[in-house]
């Protein structure tokens, strides 16, 4: 038996001469992000809530009163307050961080999808959104409904992202679909929530219709860092082949 390993974007000089191996004896070994606080994969079942690079579970909110329903590559979450899924990273243990995942929002009204964003009675947190075809990212108090400028297509999942310094105030918002990557910044004061950054709806009021309401979550990601523009955009593209190796495109 032969072991053979591929490089990508290498090409050796010997090509010529070495044996060649069929695309579809290959198997493909998933990279995930090593320098994440937490990457989480999501399918199969609650199994999948422990992340990939250092076996940190993500655990079902406090008071929670709709499970998650798991399919092959994901997680179904209830989009109403309170039912989300939780990191042990609280905001106010850092200075900076991020957030990312891979998201198919089910409805268009507004979904509060990643980070532990407040509403009015609430307050604070930060957090990605969407609403009626776009992705937005709050940052209270001085970063208000940023829009990356995405046209989301409901039929399918995008990747969205925003990294977070409390220091400067600078929120990075990140979103890719359909081969297409959109970016956005803007600066603003922030006042931490003192609440754990999540996956799905932690602290965001909204109306007993969204009772019915669900959201798939196919990966998400936390850093305990703010990461750049570019890094985002990186790892968008590291999620699309990574997703594509699980049968998911987006």
């Known amino acids: 038996m032969n072991l053979t390993i591929q490089v990508e974007n290498y090409v050796s000089p010997f090509a010529a001469q070495l044996p060649k ?8 070994v998933e990279k995930f992000e090593e320098d994440a606080y937490g ?5 199969g079942d609650a199994n999948s809530l422990v992340d990939k690079v250092n076996s940190r579970s993500l ?3 406090a008071g929670a009163t709709i499970q ?11 989009a109403a307050k309170g039912q989300s899924l939780q990191s042990g990273l609280l905001d106010s243990a850092v200075t900076d961080y991020t957030v990312s995942g891979v998201v198919m929002p089910e409805d268009v009204a507004l979904m509060v999808l990643l980070g532990n964003l407040g509403s009015n009675d609430v307050g ?8 009626e075809n776009k992705v937005y990212v709050t940052a209270r108090t001085g970063v208000s ?17 925003m990294s977070v310094n409390k220091t400067t105030g600078v929120v990075n918002i990140v979103a890719m ?6 970016e956005n910044t803007a600066t603003g004061a922030q006042v931490e929530a003192a609440a754990p950054i999540s996956v799905g709806n932690s602290r965001f009021t909204i109306s007993a219709a969204y009772n019915t309401l669900k959201n798939k979550y196919y990966e998400a990601i936390i850093h305990d860092k703010a990461l ?9 593209d590291r999620a699309k082949i990574r997703q594509a190796n699980r049968g998911l495109t987006f």
């Open 177 to 182: 679909q359909n081969g297409a990557t959109f």
């Open 39 to 43: 990457h989480w994969v999501f399918g």
């Open 68 to 78: 998650p329903e798991y399919g092959e590559n994901y997680v179904r979450l209830s």
């Open 145 to 161: 409904s940023v829009d990356a400028g995405l046209a989301l297509d409901m039929s399918k999942p995008a990747f969205i992202s």
């Open 228 to 236: 750049s523009i570019a890094e985002m955009k990186a790892m968008a």
């Open 59 to 61: 655990t079902l909110q």
């Open 124 to 131: 604070l947190g930060a957090g990605l959104f969407t609403s």
């Open 21 to 28: 191996i069929a695309t579809q004896d290959l198997i493909y």
